[in-house]
């Protein structure tokens, strides 16, 4: 009698099958990393990017109406203040807002808020103090002020313009661990990380009219 023998795989055979199984699902998974990756760096460009804007769009519109423009003073805390006709903002730079912990007095961001008509630009803290008035805190969670500058336009002899103003905005976003030079006015994303798509630095500037 013919006996038939069952077909099967044999042991080399089936070590080399799970060995390009194991491959093509390393590389699937690299890619679906990957593209989760540039979603979230996507995603964190996006808000930075729209936070800074709001930033520069309302300073710009206060810079464009104000009677006169204060520049940059200190408070008592070690926070900052400037004025822009009656919108007072007051600032920590280089100091990340954590919205679970946020307060007005020193862990915040950018706060705006609006003076009394007869007070005049005063600091919101300290001897002869105006308190702030409902302030409306102008970073997201995560975010940092690493500079603002509004300041006069030059002529050509090196004098003041009369009306014309330049503002510059740099807005950080993310932890410590993942910005380079974070407590200074240029940041900048460490490449070598891994969590780089969850930082993002923008810079934005730009120089209108005042009173027209």
């Known amino acids: 009698m013919i006996q038939k023998r069952s077909a099967g795989f044999t042991i080399v055979e089936l070590t080399i099958a799970t060995a390009v199984f194991s491959t093509v699902l390393l590389v699937g998974l690299a890619s679906f990393l990957g593209i989760g990756k540039i979603f979230y760096k996507g995603v964190t460009i996006t808000q930075t990017q729209g936070a800074a804007q709001a930033v520069l769009d309302q300073l710009s519109s206060d810079v464009q109406f104000a009677v006169a423009v204060v520049p940059?003073?200190?408070?008592?805390?070690?926070?900052?203040?400037l004025c822009l006709g009656s919108a007072?903002?007051?600032?920590?730079?280089?100091?990340?807002?954590?919205?679970g912990g946020?307060?007005?007095?020193?862990?915040?961001?950018?706060?705006?808020?609006?003076?009394?008509?007869?007070?005049?630009?005063?600091?919101?803290?300290?001897?002869?103090?105006?308190a702030l008035s409902k302030p409306t805190e102008?970073?997201?969670?995560?975010?940092?002020?690493?500079?603002?500058?509004?300041?006069p336009a030059?002529?050509?002899?090196?004098?003041?313009?009369?009306?014309?103003?330049?503002i510059g905005?740099?807005?950080?976003?993310?932890?410590?661990?993942?910005?380079?030079?974070g407590a200074t006015a240029n940041p900048t994303c460490d490449a070598n990380l891994n969590s780089t798509q969850f930082c993002s630095v923008v810079n934005l500037s730009t120089s209108l009219n005042r009173g027209l």
């Open 169 to 181: 905005l740099t807005l950080a976003y993310g932890d410590d661990s993942s910005l380079k030079n």
């Open 102 to 130: 946020h307060d007005n007095i020193s862990h915040f961001g950018l706060l705006r808020d609006v003076l009394p008509g007869s007070s005049g630009c005063a600091s919101p803290f300290g001897p002869s103090a105006v």
């Open 138 to 151: 102008l970073l997201g969670d995560k975010m940092r002020l690493s500079k603002i500058d509004i300041s």
């Open 154 to 166: 030059k002529n050509g002899d090196g004098s003041d313009t009369q009306n014309l103003w330049n």
């Open 88 to 99: 007072r903002y007051t600032y920590n730079l280089y100091q990340i807002v954590n919205l």
């Open 72 to 81: 940059s003073q200190a408070t008592s805390t070690g926070s900052q203040y």
